[in-house]
């Protein structure tokens, strides 16, 4: 054990060596799920494998002590270590905008586990330990009998991770340090509440000279252009997506939604939003057929299509949202609702993140998949997919005020909260209704529920009237998209009015009372209203209880449980002294902030500034790279030297500024041989159904079509080859690559399991590569094997005597064993890994190629537009970086070549 950890410490690793203890992270709910079945089940070997399989996950937590970190540490992102975000520094905001070295992140992960099904539907079936309700969000029982289940439960939480007391103060930049003007998309699903906040960011970036694309849903068009972004449809209803959340607000849908087909009408759309956000990469502006292919990309969470567009681009990418999304014991995850009973909270809200993402991606993970396919990338594996961000430590930001939710102290560096985004107010003349009724009374209480659709809006509009009477308060009502009053006329006592901005309105009234969005409650609170929330679904119950803890508002009160009774108390509580005054006090908060321009700040401070400049133009991106020289050219500077002829196109080759890896991590060769042996097989049987269910597909769509019976055969013949092909494919390469490389996977990373450090390898990326890593990893291994047959008896005799003696001995064949066998297999399987991934590059080309005459497409259209100065910027600097290189190069002649006047060879 290692001397710097406590005793105390110690002492519950040890007890966590004897009792295979799992973290409760994502793969509590496989490993429950594994216990309760193994627990009606009389083989007992079984149930042993199972122990053994999740034992390697406290190898996890052993690494973590020797990193001097928390025993129940949040980095979720370490059990998924096989990511890396390559070449993307992880500065804090504060910090000058500089590149950073990728951080070691070889730890590897067990494989993917299937979740229980009980969980998934949320039945009562004991015993179980989380349950999907009504309202969208998940009830999780850690104090279950399963959940107490797992051996060496924790009865104590880690070290606190509160959110400090007080807010930490708001700073403001005192220059722009950023200077690369990019191409930036910004990519949001939602209403226009989660699009309203990222228009007033776009807004900010160009600013500093960056083009800025708005993608978003088609209904938001207008609404988008009007503020001066480009706008990229990208699908989608959100009036349709909003009406669907009101009746189905849980994970699950009601059987009501299952037989009106409306489930797969979602599916579709999701895809086809997919799509859309990849399209909204790469294609040229719709309106004026302006060239694009994005250099960053930002995104709310719920697009879905961040990561992966980022990977297929690669791209820096930052994700931003109102909604807490990562990690942390200070809170739960929103959509959670909790039975702790003796469990440490903290450590309750921690593993609700996991949970509520990995059933989110049991219905999103096909459709993300099949959607990879088409832009060549590889399936993310199911064990991947929770948490994928948080593993990869893409930056983030949350768009909410620290005097309201202060950031938890467990948050890594690449997570900011930066305060809430607010647009400038727009220019408004209230229409005459609006006006006289403001001006004939007391400030009235806003009520509203914007895009929320409501089932019965009549009902709800009685609920109003008779609440806003009993308590003796006037009222400007929004009719939103329920429409609620109908057409019902005004009286002196309430108003019903259309669309009106918030950030005019709230200026006039002393109360407010909406369904908990982010951004209503956010404009309430900057203008000191007390605020009563409805939550809906989602993370406005979340919102609630925030206002309410802060004082400047009652508890929120359900939509299923809103009578004019409740309603009136806690209108009533809004004008109390208390209320008014943490209103106040908060807002004056907010009034020190600057959430957008902190969040334009976090975003180029996470940027890999020197990875992403072109070396001839600093201030345009890098797009390309020069093959022989190794150049980093941005588009115009590669087609400035293109059209003078002094490179051709083929001699440049995409540039990734941000490269994504999603590696498939192993722990030993047992699990890792046995993993890969399940998708082998997994393979072949659905390459062998597909002998036979294709070609009747075939069939059933010739008949649909009345197509001739030889043209119906010709293309059954040929869908029944291709599953034979894909049949063999999987057993050849499963057989003499895929095991290979999982068993030499595996023996590699044996050696953690007596607490040595095993260094990564590096990623096999081509033929080449697979040749470097055998030839390594062969040297590597041996010298270590031998190594340990003579150090760690050594070692261990000195420190514990003959008994030291005897483990070193053991350690040092088990590890000569294991290190050598690694050695031996990676000889054949990396060169092999390496070569079927050179094959598939070179099959799976299209989006290369497709990414690549995007951006020449571009290149075309900025080079026409060159400066002299910046074709001299690119012609000198080529030529004295050649003849640099150089000294005896021709171009020392060509060097003397007059430029002329527009900017081009003479």
Known sequence: MDENIPESHSARLANLSRHGFAPQTVYLSAYSRMHGRLSQSPTSNVKAKVEIAFSRIRLYVERRYKEERPLFVHHVDSLHSGFSYEKMGRPNSNDAPIPVLPEDRDIDTPPPYELDNTIILGQHNPPTYAEVTEDGRVDIDLDSSVARALPGYPSASPSSAQTPSRPPPSSKPASRLWSIRLNIVIQVVGSRGDVQPFIALGQELLKYGHRVRLATHNTFADFVRESGLEFYPIGGDPKELMAYMAKNPGLIPSMTSLRAGEIQKKRLMMSEMLDGCWRSCIDADPVDARPFVADAIIANPPSFAHIHCAQALGVPLHLMFTMPWTSTRAFPHPLANFNVGKLDPELVNFASYGIVDWMTWQGLGDIINNWRRTMDLEPVPMGAGPLLAEALRVPFTYCWSPALVAKPTDWPSNIDVCGFFFRDPPQYNPPEDIDKFLREGSAPVYIGFGSIVIDDPEKMTALILEAIQACGVRAIISRGWSRLGGDM???????????????????????????????????????????????????????????????????????????????????????????????????????????????????????????????????????????????????????????????????????????????????????????????????????????????????????????????????????????????????????????????????????????????????????????????????????????????????????????GLAKGFGKGMVGFGSKTASACLGLIAYPGQGICKSIRDAAKSGTRKNIAAHRHMEGYYVVRRATDAEVNLVLNGWFKRSSGESQNMAGDATMSRPVSKSGWYA
């Open 489 to 803: 006329p005004p009286t002196d006592q309430f108003l019903f009015i259309d669309d009106c901005p918030h950030e005019w309105l709230f200026q006039h009234v002393a109360a407010v009372v909406h369904h908990g969005g982010a951004g209503t409650a956010a404009c309430g609170l900057k203008n000191a209203c007390p605020t009563v929330i409805v939550p809906f679904f989602g993370d406005q119950p979340f919102w609630g209880h925030r206002v309410a803890a802060a004082g400047a508002g009652p508890e929120p009160i359900s939509h299923k449980t809103l009578t004019s009774s409740n309603l009136a108390q806690s209108i009533q509580f809004c004008f109390s002294d208390t209320a008014r005054s943490a209103a106040l006090e908060i807002s004056q908060q907010m009034e020190k902030e600057d959430g957008i321009e902190t969040a334009v700040r976090s975003f180029h401070n996470n940027l890999p500034s020197y990875e992403m400049s072109c070396t001839f133009l600093p201030d345009r991106p890098a797009s390309w790279i020069h093959k022989k020289t190794g150049t980093q050219l941005s588009n115009l500077a590669a087609h400035i030297l293109i059209k003078n002829m002094i490179v051709d196109v083929k001699d440049l080759k995409s540039y990734s500024s941000s490269p994504i890896t999603i590696s498939n991590p192993r722990w030993d060769p047992v699990t890792s041989t046995t993993s890969s042996g399940i998708t082998i097989v997994s393979g072949l049987t659905t390459s062998a159904m597909g002998m036979i269910s294709d070609p009747y597909k075939d069939l059933q769509r010739g008949k649909a079509n009345h197509a001739s019976s030889t043209s119906t055969a010709g293309k059954m013949a040929l869908s029944s080859a291709k599953s034979f092909g894909r049949f063999n494919l999987h057993l050849f390469k499963g057989t003499c690559v895929d095991l290979p490389v999982a068993a030499a996977d595996g023996f590699h990373a044996m050696p953690r399991l007596w607490g040595e450090d095993v260094q990564s390898h590096g990623e096999v990326k081509d033929w080449k590569s697979g040749i470097t890593i055998a030839g390594k990893n062969f040297a590597h291994g041996w010298v270590g094997g031998m190594s340990d047959m003579f150090v760690r008896p050594y070692v261990d005799a000195k420190k514990d005597g003959a008994v």
